[in-house]
């Protein structure tokens, strides 16, 4: 008993001497010194004095650079305000002392990196470095994680990288593109959720906090700019995913590939997006993904295949399961979401109640509205006996797009298009004028939309 005792206070001070000389290490050779110098420099940053807080700065930066996160964090401060007051020959020794502290903060801190890489770049960029020096530290943030990338600088990126192989390398091209469309939308459905959140507190009586207030706010602005990357990306890509591409693409690459799930699902989708559904290999990679993976956005892919096939009974039956299957409310409402487009064109009223059952588990979900939106534009000339009742319809088309924006910023651009086209279709004013109503009236549009609307 007395050994194993014995034994056990040898392993406690083991451990608590080789936390100390951690700890020493950290701090460097002078820990006292370090911590104190930490503590000056940070007061001072902190409070935006950089003329005082470059001294102490320097001496932790040189003397114990692994103690804290913070000489990295304010030193960018401290040394971006020395390079712009600079001129000549110190502004290059500033220049390359921010390098050295993304440098250092990489070696000491390597967490978060592609934030850090990211933020190179743009600090390279607005020193005037070469195309070349930028898109290194954007290539570097992107394979870190592309989710934590600047909003512009990834769709920079993908640029750049789609006019780097858009001829020789298409492959290289929809994997970047992929990668990069999910980072968008990890960021899109954080900030969705943050927003749905603090818009539920209000809704319930609540008060948002001054911190809340800010945060709904931001949210809100990162919304709108996710939502325009998002489209920049599927322009860029647009020129270069045809079905004449992608088919022998895919046809060449499926037996390399017909057990990997996600290039499966990538392809299957893209064909899908593209309308390349038509093809022989889009049945071939549904299958192979549905075997490799059983999932809700398989299941949604194999319906497609027995619609195709005109067996609408099969085609239900996997979205139902698809439906089914999905537990998390806001991808219950995606996979809903996507059944309802597979109708857009063969059946807008059921296009639209799939699309009223997204908004059920996801309420900010715009992209639905705007499906509600096209499917009542597309009804137009069915639901209308009449010039003025065919182009009423138009204004409920109108509104529901106002109300895609109003729930969900990030599709504020699209939503734009969608209203500024469904009002040119609306009654104009001299068709109003010789009409039974006037601005202002209610006006009820029947048939399956049986919706009630103002007269503009």
């Known amino acids: 008993m007395k050994k194993h005792l014995q034994n056990y206070i040898s392993i406690i001070l083991c451990l608590l001497t080789f936390e100390g000389a951690f700890s020493q290490d950290k701090y460097g050779e002078n820990p006292e010194l370090c ?5 000056e420099f940070y007061e001072f940053a902190r409070n935006k004095d950089y003329q005082y807080s470059y001294e102490p700065w320097v001496w932790c930066f040189e003397n114990c650079p692994a103690s804290s996160k913070n000489i990295y964090k304010y030193g960018l401060k401290i040394i971006e305000h020395r390079y712009s007051k600079a001129t000549g020959a110190q502004k290059e020794t500033e220049s390359a002392l921010i390098d050295k502290i993304y440098e250092q903060r990489i070696k000491y801190f390597p967490d978060n990196l592609g934030k850090v890489y990211s933020d190179w770049a743009i600090s390279l960029e607005s020193r005037g470095a070469s195309k070349k020096q930028v898109f290194e530290k954007l290539e570097l943030a992107f394979n870190a994680d592309p989710a934590q990338m600047s909003i512009k600088k990834l769709a920079v990126y993908f640029e750049e990288v789609t006019d ?9 091209v929809f994997d970047t593109y992929d990668d990069a469309l999910e980072a968008v939308n990890k960021k899109i459905d954080y900030h969705t959720k943050s927003k749905d959140r603090l818009d539920k507190k209000v809704a319930d009586g609540g008060t948002l906090t001054k911190k809340e207030a800010t945060k709904i706010k931001n949210d809100a602005i990162n919304l709108r ?5 998002e489209g ?20 060449k690459g499926f037996e390399a590939h017909k057990s990997d799930a996600k ?7 893209r064909l899908n997006a593209k309308e390349c559904t038509d093809e022989a290999i889009f049945g071939k990679l549904v299958e192979a993904y549905a075997a490799a993976e059983p999932s809700s956005e398989a299941y949604i892919l ?13 085609a239900n039956e996997f979205r139902n399961k698809a439906v089914d299957l999905e537990k998390d409310p806001y991808k219950k409402a995606d996979y809903l979401y996507k059944i309802g487009a597979t109708y857009r064109r063969s059946s807008p009223a059921t296009a639209a109640s799939y699309a009223k059952k997204a908004l059920v588990h996801r309420p900010s979900m715009g992209k639905a509205y705007l499906l509600i939106a096209s499917a009542y534009a597309a009804s137009a000339n069915s639901c209308g006996t009449d010039e003025i009742s065919k182009r009423m319809v138009f204004i409920a088309a109108v509104n529901k797009a106002i109300k895609a ?45 049986n919706e009630t609307v103002r007269v503009p």
């Open 35 to 39: 911590r104190e110098k930490l503590s």
């Open 164 to 172: 780097k192989n858009k001829d020789g390398n298409t492959q290289k």
């Open 225 to 229: 700019g996710l939502g325009q990357v």
């Open 232 to 251: 920049v990306l599927d322009q860029i890509v647009g020129e270069v995913a045809t079905c004449e591409r992608l088919v022998p693409l895919y046809t």
């Open 263 to 269: 290039w499966l699902r990538r392809a299957a989708s």
């Open 302 to 314: 194999v319906s497609i295949i027995y619609d195709k096939k005109g067996q609408e009974a099969k």
């Open 405 to 449: 924006k109003s729930v969900d910023p990030s599709i504020t651009s699209l939503a734009n298009r969608y209203i500024k086209s469904y009002r040119a279709s609306g009654p104009n004013k001299k068709l109003i004028f010789s009409s039974d109503y006037k601005s202002g009236d209610s006006y009820k549009i029947g048939c399956w939309i």
